[in-house]
């Protein structure tokens, strides 16, 4: 559900831009109150853990095209909604960034559709009251699937609201929200399982993790090599060698656009901000695609590029080397963000005293 520069007019990802920078510092400031020092490793390798799972996506049955994990509940639960919505950005930002993932322009609305409904709706009024104070499998699991669709239906409608409202591509609201909605029901429950499987694992490894997550506690004195190492050895293989079996169909967004317009193209505004951030990102984007950039000018033979895309698994080293730099990468980012807001945090304390 990554949006590209091309739906969106300056003004409204502008817009959305601004509506993501005021809850960024909201949320800096809401971790600063509460970080500890402990939970920095685990929002680095939740982030690494969420980027890795993007990476794979999976097909929807009868319908021709795929999803792929949105990941801000499960960085919810594990981390509470302020700091799920920082690793968030992270991910989302590197993804833009060094992987040409989403639009430059569009990142603000893509960090605000796929962290902020997650995180700051699905999971406090829709997981959290399921599960309630004594969590089971079970609880986990309908609550999972509850919030994930949840979650995912406020974003997609916000992605069909926020292109309405640019006006700047041919994609009507009555028909554009008729694909989008259903697909993304879909692409709801697959998440909602997988995140029920993450969550019930973390919940067997150490629940002191999401008792205090959830209560916004200090997990200072909480084991959480476990937890560490598993979510570690997940992103790696996720990253590495399970991307190789991604679905090579179109992903919800996409399909649906294609389903509108009858188009694969998305046909929208060019205008100079649209080439200029495109340009910027040519030069950022150190794998585009996650995929290693065509080494010389020479053309490929079109034979082989047609034999390149049936082929399935995808055995691609380009793609095991994006799963393991942006993994790093966003790992880096999230890390440095907490010891930031900690170093801040110990700062003004030690101003105080």
Same mark, same amino acid.
């Given at each position: 559900?990554?949006?590209?520069?091309?739906?969106?007019?300056?003004?409204?990802?502008?817009?959305?831009?601004?509506?993501?920078?005021?809850?960024?510092?909201?949320?800096a400031?809401k971790?600063?109150?509460?970080?500890?020092?402990?939970?920095?490793?685990?929002?680095?390798?939740?982030?690494?853990?969420?980027?890795?799972?993007?990476?794979?996506?999976?097909?929807?049955?009868?319908?021709?095209s795929?999803?792929?994990?949105g990941g801000?509940?499960?960085?919810?639960?594990?981390?509470?909604?302020?700091?799920?919505?920082?690793?968030?950005?992270?991910?989302?930002?590197?993804?833009?960034?060094?992987?040409?993932?989403?639009?430059?322009?569009?990142l603000?609305a893509?960090?605000?559709?796929?962290?902020?409904?997650?995180?700051?709706?699905?999971?406090?009024?829709?997981?959290?009251f399921?599960?309630?104070?004594?969590?089971?499998?079970?609880?986990?699991?309908?609550?999972?699937?509850?919030a994930a669709?949840?979650?995912?239906?406020?974003?997609?409608?916000?992605?069909?609201?926020?292109?309405?409202?640019?006006?700047?591509?041919?994609?009507?609201f009555?028909?554009?929200v008729?694909?989008?909605?259903?697909?993304h029901?879909?692409?709801?429950?697959?998440?909602?399982?997988?995140?029920?499987g993450?969550?019930v694992?973390?919940?067997r490894?150490?629940?002191?993790?999401?008792?205090?997550? /959830?209560?916004?506690?200090?997990? =200072?004195?909480?084991a &959480?090599?476990?937890?560490? !190492?598993? @979510?570690? #050895? +997940?992103? $790696?293989?996720?990253?590495t060698?399970?991307?190789?079996?991604?679905?090579?169909?179109?992903?919800?967004?996409?399909?649906?656009?294609?389903r509108?317009t009858?188009?694969?193209?998305?046909?929208?505004?060019?205008?100079?901000?649209?080439?200029?951030?495109?340009?910027?990102?040519?030069?950022?984007?150190?794998?585009?695609?996650?995929?290693?950039?065509?080494?010389?000018?020479?053309?490929a033979?079109?034979?082989?590029?047609?034999?390149?895309?049936?082929?399935?698994? /995808?055995?691609?080293?380009?793609? =095991?080397?994006?799963? &393991?730099?942006?993994?790093? !990468?966003? @790992?880096? #980012? +999230?890390? $440095?963000?907490?010891?930031?807001?900690?170093?801040?945090?110990?700062?003004?304390?030690?101003?105080?005293?």
């Amino acid at each position: 559900m990554h949006m590209a520069d091309a739906l969106l007019s300056p003004a409204t990802g502008g817009v959305m831009w601004g509506a993501t920078a005021l809850t960024t510092v909201y949320c800096a400031k809401k971790v600063r109150e509460e970080l500890d020092e402990s939970k920095i490793p685990l929002m680095g390798v939740a982030g690494a853990f969420i980027f890795a799972a993007q990476m794979l996506n999976f097909t929807i049955p009868g319908t021709g095209s795929s999803g792929h994990l949105g990941g801000g509940l499960i960085l919810a639960v594990l981390l509470g909604p302020h700091a799920a919505f920082l690793v968030m950005a992270s991910v989302l930002g590197v993804q833009a960034l060094f992987f040409a993932d989403g639009g430059l322009l569009a990142l603000g609305a893509n960090v605000f559709n796929l962290a902020f409904f997650p995180a700051f709706i699905a999971y406090p009024l829709v997981y959290r009251f399921i599960v309630g104070k004594s969590p089971n499998s079970r609880r986990i699991t309908v609550g999972s699937i509850a919030a994930a669709i949840v979650g995912l239906q406020l974003g997609a409608l916000a992605v069909v609201l926020e292109t309405t409202l640019s006006g700047v591509s041919e994609l009507p609201f009555s028909t554009f929200v008729a694909m989008m909605l259903p697909v993304h029901l879909a692409i709801g429950v697959v998440e909602g399982l997988v995140t029920a499987g993450v969550i019930v694992f973390v919940h067997r490894a150490q629940p002191e993790i999401l008792t205090r997550s /959830a209560s916004g506690r200090s997990l =200072s004195g909480v084991a &959480l090599k476990p937890v560490l !190492i598993g @979510l570690t #050895v +997940a992103a $790696l293989v996720s990253g590495t060698a399970f991307a190789w079996f991604a679905s090579a169909n179109p992903d919800g967004l996409e399909w649906s656009i294609a389903r509108v317009t009858g188009s694969d193209e998305i046909e929208g505004a060019t205008e100079n901000v649209h080439e200029g951030l495109a340009s910027v990102q040519e030069k950022t984007a150190i794998l585009p695609d996650y995929a290693l950039p065509a080494a010389g000018n020479a053309e490929a033979d079109p034979a082989e590029e047609d034999a390149g895309d049936a082929a399935w698994p /995808a055995v691609d080293a380009g793609t =095991s080397a994006a799963g &393991l730099v942006g993994g790093g !990468i966003t @790992l880096a #980012v +999230a890390v $440095l963000i907490g010891v930031v807001l900690r170093r801040r945090t110990t700062a003004t304390r030690t101003t105080h005293v």
